[in-house]
């Protein structure tokens, strides 16, 4: 199992940003996948999860209404799409995969 983030960087506060997970190694179509975020001192948490289907979503309370998780199965990708970001959605953001598996993270830090 092999997941790759990208699409972190520095963003203004109240801007956007779209992060993508590459997924490879396992049957994409058959597992949730979800994202979570780590910020410095703190426990990494969930911040939104999908089904195998891409038909039943859910967030956490403080991103529900800005994020938007979704997936494509043709390009076997999971994407997050982050609106109206505030400061403290500053954290490296990971993929999760089925088997425990882990993407390498992505900073996304918001500051003017």
């Avoid at 520095?10 to 949730?32: D, E, I, K, W």
């Avoid at 780590?38 to 979503?57: C, F, H, L, Y």
């Avoid at 997050?80 to 400061?87: E, V």
């Amino acid at each position: 199992v092999q997941l790759v983030e990208s699409g972190g960087g520095l963003v203004q506060p109240g801007g956007s940003l779209r992060l993508s997970c590459a997924a490879s190694g396992f049957t994409f179509s058959n597992y949730g996948m979800s994202w979570y975020r780590q910020a410095p001192g703190k426990e990494r948490d969930m911040v939104a999860t999908i089904s195998s289907t891409g038909g039943s979503t859910h967030y956490a309370d403080s991103v529900k209404g800005r994020f938007t998780i979704s997936r494509d199965r043709a390009k076997n990708a999971v994407y997050l799409q982050m609106n109206s970001l505030k400061p403290e959605d500053t954290a490296v953001y990971y993929c999760k995969g089925p088997f425990g598996s882990w993407g390498q993270g992505t900073q996304v830090t918001v500051s003017s």
